[in-house]
Structure formats: structure tokens, C-alpha cells
């Protein structure tokens, strides 16, 4: 399975920008669908984005359309979340997550991704 490991993440003020990174190794990246998703304290991991391994399709959580952006640059290995307009209910670990399978017909879950990154804290003050 591939490794991943996020990067990019910190304190900003409500309205700011971020932009996390997630370098992948030990596996073909651009075979992996790659998705971030995210937890609150005391919430459970929710799904925020993803984008398919050829780039050519990308999914976004309804709260963070048109703030937040995903891509990838298969020749880097590496997956990046550009975050805009930051609330302070963005205020979460955020995590990368590889499958190898792309969900069409539901939001994607947990158990739909087989490798994880170990998250980055991201905090939006007010």
C-alpha cells in the first residue's frame, strides 16, 4: 500500500488560506484515487474531497464548494487541499486518504480507503 504524509497545516484567521499537501510513497500514486477528509474534536472523520487518479473527475463535501479546491500532480506524488474563505468550523485534523476504487453512488466513508497520512491540524480562529 502507499504512504502518505501530510504537510501544511496551522493557524489562520477566519477568511484566510491554507494549502495542505499530501506526498505519497511506495506505491504507483497515479493508480490511487486520493481524498482528504477530516475530523472535529469529539466528531467523527467526515469526507471532504476527492479527485480520481487521472484527475478527470473530483467530488466535493456540500459545506466547502467553492472554497476549497483538490488536485494532484501525478509526477510529484503528491495531493494538495488549496483551502479559501477558512471558517472557524473548518477547524480540524485533516487527513489524506488513497483507494483504489472511485465511489460513485454514495458520499465516500472511512472504509472506502485503505491508506491513511497522519493528519495535520488545522485551526481557523475567529
Known amino acids: 500500500q502507499v504512504q502518505l504524509v501530510e504537510s501544511g497545516g496551522g493557524l489562520v484567521q477566519a477568511g484566510g488560506s491554507l494549502r495542505l499537501s499530501c506526498a505519497a510513497s511506495?506505491?504507483?500514486?497515479?493508480?490511487?484515487?486520493m481524498a482528504w477528509f477530516r475530523q472535529a474534536p469529539g466528531k467523527d472523520r467526515e469526507f471532504v474531497a476527492s479527485?480520481?487518479?487521472?484527475?478527470?473527475?473530483?467530488r466535493y463535501e456540500d459545506s466547502v464548494k467553492g472554497r476549497f479546491t483538490i488536485s494532484r500532480d501525478n509526477g510529484k506524488n503528491t495531493v494538495y487541499l488549496q483551502m479559501n474563505s477558512l471558517k472557524p468550523e473548518d477547524t480540524a485534523v485533516y487527513y489524506c486518504?488513497?483507494?483504489?476504487?472511485?465511489?460513485?453512488?454514495?458520499?465516500?466513508?472511512?472504509?472506502?480507503?485503505?491508506?491513511w497520512g497522519q493528519g495535520t491540524q488545522v485551526t481557523v480562529s475567529s
Open positions: 486518504a488513497a483507494s483504489q476504487w472511485w465511489v460513485t453512488d454514495r458520499t465516500p466513508g472511512r472504509a472506502d480507503f485503505g491508506s
Open positions: 479527485i480520481m487518479w487521472s484527475d478527470s473527475m473530483t
Open positions: 511506495g506505491g504507483t500514486f497515479s493508480r490511487y484515487h
